[in-house]
């Protein structure tokens, strides 16, 4: 049997007719000109010809065939003395489409398996083993670029019964983490924490709390997110779902890629919902080791927070948001209250809670 | 001798005309596509480098001149190598000088010194990334048999890339023409394939009309104007390329291009990228149903004339499309 095809020498561009045939384990290549080159099957590789419509493509060193026949395959496997799987069976493209439909379906179980416990997991595991200092850096420098000097309330002694709070909610249990909470001057009712130990709390929410236990309930909170690392997780999820995204994508655009940055926002809010929750029940566990009232925490999510949830708790804005539903954590806040209460010491016996409060000098 | 239809040349004459074809189809790769994402997820991200190079090959297999296709020679394991090249000798020291004063709490002149050490890093790397990555696709690349290559000095890049930024910055935008083609030439005048040298005759001043009337339609035209000195930019550069006495022949117009990106976008937004092999495949098409070689091109005297091309300006253009696009 004979094929007709072309041969390219490699040291011209000049394209020669060529007839080929299959002799024992070589493949004999006629050209035009009369010259007959012999090449060992084994020392063959096949470049192109796995796609309908394609020629085969065989190369050896510099040297070039080109076969429009695929049926040439067939006999070079079958002459081939070892590793047959070089040359590609024209038989075996039934078998693509469903084979690249299992891929695709894989691809999508993967795809979601990672997005669901592998990034969160990985983020957690790759979290451990950033220093600590290098959080603390990270906080510093946030923390001093946010909040103007003046703006930070520094009266020592107001200070120290806050600082005692902390010292009362780690306990003897301690923590790798240097905890400093400064209270700044603004209205908001809100409190942050940032990556290696510093806490804000705003002068607003300072002012809503009714007790020292209710400011002990949003430390705890405050201080899960530091000892979790969740601000830490959450680069590292955000720079693993981008490279995620952009293996599922291929080569994306400067267009597509801002489209998909959509797509990455959302799930770092889902993420971060995650981490409010953890923070939560965190929280409240560290209370009730503490000694603390939890219910003074529950109180302050249920009479504070959440009339000011205005988010409708129902819908798409639901998943837009970084805070899960202030209803449905002062519902899992019950339940774990309920759960876990416990013995429970005054905190910061013979202070006056309202004078703490004028920490910023207000009144 | 080479056998392509008779036509009549640019200037008149007539001669042989040699065509692009595409023969690519969405379907072969998309199939190639999804299983390149299933082994890429599997291997944690390790496959990726395997799988642009088998993307690669296949584009460039699909792509015929003449009676035959191109053929890409490049490894994903050439390509992984490149990119931790890139990323030792650019990636974490630009990542150092970047987020260095963060970490490190710098405030003042040293943290400044380091944000403008790391902007003159990105300004350097991007010419050194565009010539070893056009070195080393052009080094991996044959069309029947004979290898192509790129022999330009990285540093002259260098050179003409920051002078252009600067000029182009300081004339607010007016030296761009110039620039473009200037670096237009550059690349194209160091291309060969095997003996053959790649020619351009453009000027820059040709195109100060077209992006005249670019600027000035802009806002009337909400930025749709680009498209038309994108066209028009295409086609000068390729009308002013020849390789040994052929020149080639680009038939792009500002309407077709909007009208293929338009397309693009909206396939790209309604699959939510997924799409992505079909808008690969419109747009290898287009170039090559626009583009043909005029004259006599003898392809006998073009001989061999291997060159060696390292992988790493493959991997530092990855790597700064993915830092410039993926944040």
Redesign the interface.
Known sequence: MSWRGHYLDGRTAARRAASFRVVGATLEIATEDGATRRWPISEIRQTQGTYAGEPVRLERDCETVIVPDVGILTTLRLRAPRRRSRFHDPRRRRLRVPLTVAAGLAAAGLAVAFYLWGIPAGAGVAARFVPTAWEARLGDGVFERLFDPEERCADPRRQAAIDAIVARLVGRRGTPYDLRVTVVDTPQVNALALPGGRIVVFRGLLEATESPEMLAGVLAHEIQHVVRRHATRAIIQHASTGLMVAAVAGDVSAMLAFALEGARVVTALRYSRRAEDEADAGGLAMLVDAEIDPWAMVAFYARVLEPMDRAPDEGILRHLSTHPPTRDRVAALTALARERGGGVRPLLPGHDWEDVKRICGAG | MYGGPQGIGVDGRVGTRARLTF?GRAG?L??I??????L???TL?IY?FRA?AR?R??LY??MEFD???F?FHGTGLEMLLGFVKALVIFGIPFAFLRWGP????LEGLPALAMSFAAYWLVTVFIPIARVGSRRYRLGRTS????RFSFRGSTWEYVRLFVTGSALTGLTLGLYYPVFATRSHAFMTRNSW??SARFDFDGRGRDLYVAYLYAVLLTLPTLGLAWFWFSAARRRYFWNHTSIRGARFRCTITGGRLLRLRLAN?LI??LT???A??LA?VRNARFICRHLALDGDLD??????DPREAAATGEGLLGFL??D????
Do not use: C, M
Not at chain 2, 102 to 105: E, K, P
Not at chain 2, 143 to 146: D, E, K, L, Q, V
Not at chain 2, 299 to 304: E, G, K, L, M, Y
């Open positions: 023969h072969s998309s199939g596509h999804v299983v390149n994402v299933f890429t997820l599997a991200g990726y642009k993307v090959a296949h297999g699909q009676g035959d296709r053929a963060a970490l490190l709490v069309w029947r048999g004979i394939v095997g976008v790209l937004a939510l990228g997924l992505w092999p690969t392809a006998a005297s073009i001989r061999q499309e993915a410039l696009n993926l944040g």
